[in-house]
């Protein structure tokens, strides 16, 4: 299966056709409470068919060895990846919880360190007016920039998670395609793993009172669609495939380029494969 | 949302994730409540096990205190449980690799231990309420005696074997309940504030100062309440007990704290940042000068000068209760410290404990307080104190 090198674009529209059906529901609920019960009632409905249909039926996870990929010098920084995930996986829309952020590192000239922040940075959540917008600031404008750029970060899956290792119960496991998720009905919700990741990728989810954090969007890659965020960037600076595909896309990108891993002294061993950091990137 | 969590300030850059700190207040409660179960259980070894004559007056007292507190260790983590409903998930199906899957195997054999060690202490009076008493006391005290109510020298000298067993074991048990903690975050190499090999010796060296500290703190204090003498041996064989685990507890903090500013690695940075700015008060000040080198000093001085009486006293009851502070204070310091470290090395968080709310001040306040309540309970039913005869006790505990 190609899926990650099947053309974007009918995985695209269905991702549209979601978001579209998404705005017609609200409508409809906005419209008359009558209208709100069936909207309610047909949600439930799809509700239980999603259910139905994960795992996805033929879906055989020893056949797949997912991995993600950033090439950094691509990232314009539009935070669309941000807006796509926090609305795909339902992720409260505040500054303070992510599956996937995008940082921004700016060399001022005469500067040694780079000034770094990300779209939960006071200043621009101020210019983007509220914590549910995501923006860039553009407050160096008058600065003489020597260097900027922008990385986007996610959960890295590791091969040797340390929110596995440090996880009580084993509600957080890793699957055999390579994706670490959490079991939301059986987390007690202690947040050691939280503590354990070095990368910073998990949060706690208070609605619900476990853990939360990136899955890759499992429930879109095992029906061969691309997680939210990689459907969505508009410079293919996010790409997502399969290792155990030598033509996927990155398999192409992990042999076509020398890339990097975040904080390899972990000994995590991370499965998103970087290129365009900087020494300054934690 | 927004009252479901509360987020604190920060400087520099952090993860957009480590805006919320994960570990709260309760937190701090959980390790201090351990060590404290572990020191005041080695005060009682010390008579128990080891036969130091002088901890006599303390010794049973000391045994009740550690089970008063050990119950309560639990709590502060199921307080902060996203769903503590789920706790027994941990011990359903542990996952071994976690530090954190045996706590409740851990937690509730030493819990079993505490319990058995203190019915053999204790099984006297209780048989004798149970017998001679009256009122719902003595049906308490009829179920607590399990139906045993031999109280032949035989059964006294059997008693005495399974009490110096149980303490024989519970020694390793509360050690290794403790030094298990500061391996719960010394064993983290995503924080390195916390990632060091020297996290449990100081973890259990604070342990044992700090359940001394509160062993001496309330023999002084019952004693002026119970208008009964304090026994001079006692209170000196408690001193040099602080004393020198108190002089082994600081330097192992003082080695730590160096061998981390000397190895310098990624994000040492932001420690001296950290070190050289918000830490200044609460651990150089407070933890390390008031709390630590201040007792020190005083307890030296009053041994090396062979103080008496009320001075010696007064001097080990101040510097038991500046140790008593700082223990708390380094549990605070490890604890929310290690977490107001940003994980990018270039940020630093700024907890601000909640007041209210399951996770704020009066919850954790309450679980800090809940064992001298039920310490302050179970000494009305038993008597913990030496002196005291069987007789007299029962004649303070029945309607006249």
Known sequence: MKRDDKPAV???RIFLRDISRGAACAGAAAGAAGLLAAAS??????????VESFPTPDYDWNKHRWAYA??????????????????????ALDAHHFRTWVERYVYIDGEEKPHVDSMSDPLNIEASGSEKLYRFANRYKDAKVDKAFFVPKLCNHCTHPACVQVCPTGATYKTRDGVVLIDHKYCIGCQYCVQACPYGARFFNHAKGVTDKCTWCYHRIT??????????????????????????VVSRFIRDNRVQVLKPETGNAPNVYYIGLDKEVT | MDALHHASAFSGYVYPNETIIPWSVLIVVYPY??????????????????????????????????????VCVPMPLLLHLGHPERAFNAMITPHL????????????FYTILLMLENWFVYRPQIVQIATEGKGPLKWVCRVASLGSNDLSEYAMNYDHKWIYALAVIGIPAALGLHGYVGFVFGSLKSREWWSSDLMPPVFLLSAVISGTALVILLYVLTSLARKVAIEEPCVKGLAYTLW???????????LEIASMLYRSREGIDVIVTFLTGPLVVPFFILQIGLGSVVPLLTLTYVIVRGSKGRALTAAVFVSAALVLCAVLLMRWNVVIGGQEIAKTGKGLVSYEPEVFGREGLIAAGSVLFLPLILMFVATRIVSPWAEETRAAVLRGRTPA
């Open chain 1, 10 to 12: 009918p995985a695209r």
């Open chain 2, 97 to 108: 690799t976690s530090a954190f899957a045996i706590f409740g195997y851990a937690a509730s």
């Open chain 1, 223 to 248: 029906k061969g669609l691309l997680p939210a965020c990689v459907e969505v960037c508009p410079v293919e600076a996010r790409m997502f495939g399969d290792l155990n595909d030598r033509d996927s």
């Open chain 1, 41 to 50: 009632a047909d949600s439930g409905k799809s509700g239980t068919g999603s």
């Open chain 2, 33 to 70: 409540l351990t060590g404290l179960v572990a020191g005041s259980f080695t005060v009682s070894s010390l008579y128990h096990v080891f036969g130091m004559q002088q901890f006599k007056p303390v010794a049973r007292f000391s045994m009740l205190l550690a089970l008063c507190l050990m």
């Open chain 2, 244 to 254: 020198g685990f108190l002089m082994f507890a600081l330097i192992l903090e003082g």
């Open chain 1, 70 to 91: 950033v090439d950094a010098t691509k990232c314009i920084g539009c935070l669309r990846c941000v807006e796509a995930c926090k609305r795909e996986n339902n992720v």
